[in-house]
């Protein structure tokens, strides 16, 4: 395509639940993030892939975030047992060497009821 | 760790006039980006405008300038002839290397008619 999407855009979802979010990167582009947004918040960095394996996933508040991707292209993000703080917008981006812009996708909002 | 501070939590400018949004950062490094990002309410983080550090040359791009003071770790952003479609959500961000983008808290632009 020719933009980073997102899927979905909006879930709702019961404290407890399992979620699962997705992000399809620009084609080509090696480089994935994911950020969360808080209400009134700027992004905040939660895990970055180089191809397949996570460089960097100091970013995940804990144990019940993860993510994968296993092909180097698309990626999910999965929360186990959702709290109402986990409620934010996911937003992913891409990017390609020399890695200096990141594009965004439009973000899913996320509500834990 | 780097630090990004947007001081200004909300803005308003009358149509066609121009505005300045402030930002400070704080790093140990020497070369890396600084970015401005537009979020309008469709969620998507668009880029505006990027300096890269190690030019002194402040970026333009059309309407929109930096007033880069790399010693004083300030990046501001200009906004020239504001236009209605420039309200939006405005993060200040900076990236060292290939690694995340730190953003700042935002400043909420209204453009009044």
């Known amino acids: 395509g020719a933009g980073v999407s997102q899927t979905p855009s909006n879930k709702v979802t019961e404290k407890g639940k399992y979620v699962e979010l997705r992000c399809d990167p620009i084609?080509?582009?090696?480089?994935l993030y994911w950020y969360r947004q808080s209400l009134g918040q700027g992004p905040e960095f939660l895990i970055y892939?180089?191809?397949?394996?996570?460089?960097?996933d100091s970013g995940l508040p804990n144990d019940r975030f993860f993510a994968v991707r296993p092909e180097g292209s698309v990626s999910t993000l999965k929360i186990q047992r959702t709290e109402r703080g986990d409620s934010a917008v996911y937003l992913c981006a891409s990017s390609s060497p020399p890695y200096t812009e990141a594009f965004f996708g439009q973000g899913t909002r996320l509500t834990v009821v | 760790a780097q630090t990004v501070t947007q001081s200004q939590p909300e803005m308003s400018v009358q149509e066609a006039e121009t505005v300045t949004l402030s930002c400070t950062y704080d790093?140990?490094?020497?070369?890396?980006?600084l970015f401005w990002y537009k979020q309008p309410p469709s969620r998507q983080m668009i880029l505006v405008i990027r300096q890269e550090a190690y030019k002194q040359q402040n970026a333009t791009e059309n309407r929109f300038s930096v007033n880069f003071q790399k010693a004083a770790k300030s990046f501001s952003l200009k906004i020239s002839d504001s236009q209605l479609g420039d309200t939006a959500m405005y993060f200040c961000?900076?990236?060292?290397?290939?690694?995340?983008?730190?953003f700042g808290t935002g400043t909420r632009l209204t453009i009044i008619p």
């Open positions: 892939f180089q191809g397949t394996g996570a460089a960097d």
């Open positions: 084609s080509g582009h090696t480089a």
């Open positions: 961000a900076f990236i060292f290397g290939n690694e995340k983008l730190t």
């Open positions: 790093t140990s490094e020497s070369n890396y980006y």
